[in-house]
C-alpha cells in the first residue's frame, strides 16, 4: 500500500523562522523514496511560492506542489458551494489568488461570501463592510480560527479574533475551513492523491493537526518539537498514533506501517 504525508510547518519544520534540526534531512529522505508530501499550513496569507522560498532559505528545496494552504482549501470548497461566485475578502496574498484561480470575482457590493484570512491591511472600515453584507445575506467563511498567539509585540491578530468580532455584531456564525475541518484535511489528502488509509499526518498540535487526523482515520504523530507537549495529552480523549522529539527522529519505516 502505497502511503503519503500530511506535514504541518510550524512547530514540525522550522520554530520562529529557524530551522528545527533534522527536518531538512528528513523532507530528502522522503523526496529520495518518492514518498508523497504535503507541506499544509493554516496560513492564508502565503502563496504556495511564498512558501516554496521561505523553506528553500532553510535548506530545503521542494515545488509549489508540495504545498497546501487554508487559502487553496478556502478556494476550493467555495467553487464547489457556488461556482464563479463573488466574495468581499478580508485577507490577502495567497487568499486572493486562490480565489481568483477558482473562478471567483472579489467584489465591494452584494457577495454571496464574505472571507476573512490573515492580513494587516484590512481597516475596521473594511470589518464595518463587512458586517453589513453578512446582515444583507452574505454568508461568513474564515479561512482558519486560529488563535492569536498572546505574545507581545506580535503584529498580528489570529483570525479567531477578527471573527469573534463580526460574529458578535451579526450574530452569524462563520464557517471555517481550515484545520482541524475535515473539508481542508480532506481535499488535502485528495490533493496529494492518496486513500484516508494511505494518509499519515504529522503536526505539533492536539487541537488541529492531531484532532483533524483522529477524526478521519488517518494515522497521526505528534512532534514534541512545537507548541504540543507531553503532559497536555492528558487532557484530551484522544491520542496520537506515534509520538516523536522531532522529525529527526522518525523512524520512516515505522511510519509507514502505522495502522
Known amino acids: 500500500m502505497k502511503k503519503g504525508f500530511l506535514i504541518d510547518m510550524d512547530g514540525v519544520i522550522y520554530g520562529n523562522d529557524t530551522l528545527i534540526p533534522g527536518a531538512d534531512k528528513f523532507i530528502k529522505t522522503l523526496q529520495k523514496e518518492n514518498i508523497p508530501f504535503l507541506f499544509m499550513t493554516n496560513n492564508s496569507q502565503r502563496t504556495p511560492l511564498d512558501t516554496v522560498n521561505k523553506v ?19 478556494a476550493y470548497f467555495l467553487s464547489f458551494m457556488n461556482s464563479n461566485g463573488t466574495a468581499y475578502v478580508l485577507g490577502e496574498g495567497g487568499l486572493i489568488s486562490s480565489l481568483h484561480q477558482h473562478g471567483y470575482t472579489l467584489v465591494n457590493q452584494n457577495p454571496d461570501f464574505v472571507v476573512v484570512g490573515e492580513g494587516r491591511n484590512f481597516t475596521l472600515e473594511m470589518v464595518n463592510n463587512a458586517v453589513d453584507m453578512i446582515l444583507s445575506g452574505a454568508k ?13 509585540g506580535w503584529s498580528n491578530l489570529g483570525i479567531k479574533a477578527i471573527v469573534a468580532m463580526i460574529e458578535e455584531a451579526t450574530g452569524k456564525k462563520a464557517f471555517s475551513v481550515g484545520k482541524p475541518s475535515p473539508v481542508m484535511m480532506r481535499s488535502a489528502r485528495k490533493y496529494l492523491g492518496l486513500e484516508a488509509r494511505e494518509t499519515i499526518i504529522i503536526g505539533d498540535t492536539m487541537d488541529t493537526d492531531i484532532l483533524g487526523g483522529v477524526q478521519l482515520g488517518y494515522t497521526t504523530i505528534l512532534t514534541l518539537s512545537g507548541v504540543s507537549k507531553e503532559n ?20 520512516l519505516k515505522k511510519a509507514l506501517e502505522l495502522q
Open 140 to 152: 461568513l467563511i474564515a479561512t482558519n480560527l486560529d488563535p492569536s498567539p498572546m505574545k507581545k
Open 56 to 74: 528553500a532559505r532553510m535548506g530545503i528545496k521542494i515545488k509549489e506542489e508540495n504545498v497546501y494552504t487554508s487559502a487553496m482549501a478556502t
Open 232 to 251: 497536555d495529552l492528558n487532557d484530551y480523549a484522544f491520542k496520537p498514533d506515534l509520538i516523536i522529539n522531532s522529525v529527526a527522529e522518525l523512524d
